[in-house]
Nanobody, 126 residues
């Protein structure tokens, strides 16, 4: 069974940091572009960051550029999202996703990803 499992979410004060992890199982994701998305109540799921299979290319949404860092360890089948200088507006459920057998390149929309984790809640208090 193919699974992506996120961890590392929680409650943090504004200005604090969290590191999310996404561990894959049942399939090697080392050749997949990976992404982190988030969804706040009443809003659509939106991309936060994406990373190519090699880690050589990354993308960040404007709202998190300079504060968040996406990385991956293909040997561990794991993707990370380091989140610094957190703001209350970063509060959301965060999901990791894998592109699967898609053309080479990053995906910027949820529809471009085949595998999803169950999500982890991040709450930033003011």
């Amino acid at each position: 069974q193919v699974q992506l499992v996120e961890s590392g979410g929680g409650l943090v004060q504004a200005g604090g940091s969290l590191r999310l992890s996404c561990a894959g199982s049942g399939r090697m994701f080392s050749t997949d572009a990976m992404g982190w998305f988030r969804q706040a109540p009443g809003k659509e799921r939106a991309i936060v960051a994406a990373i190519s299979w090699s880690g050589g290319t990354t993308y960040y949404a404007d709202a998190v550029e300079g504060r968040f860092t996406i990385s991956r360890d293909n040997a561990k089948n794991t993707v990370y999202l380091q989140m610094n200088s957190l703001k209350p507006e970063d509060t959301a459920v965060y999901y990791c996703a894998a592109r699967g057998l898609r053309p080479v390149g990053l995906g910027y929309h949820a529809s471009e990803y085949d595998y999803w984790g169950q999500g982890t809640q991040v709450t930033v208090s003011s």
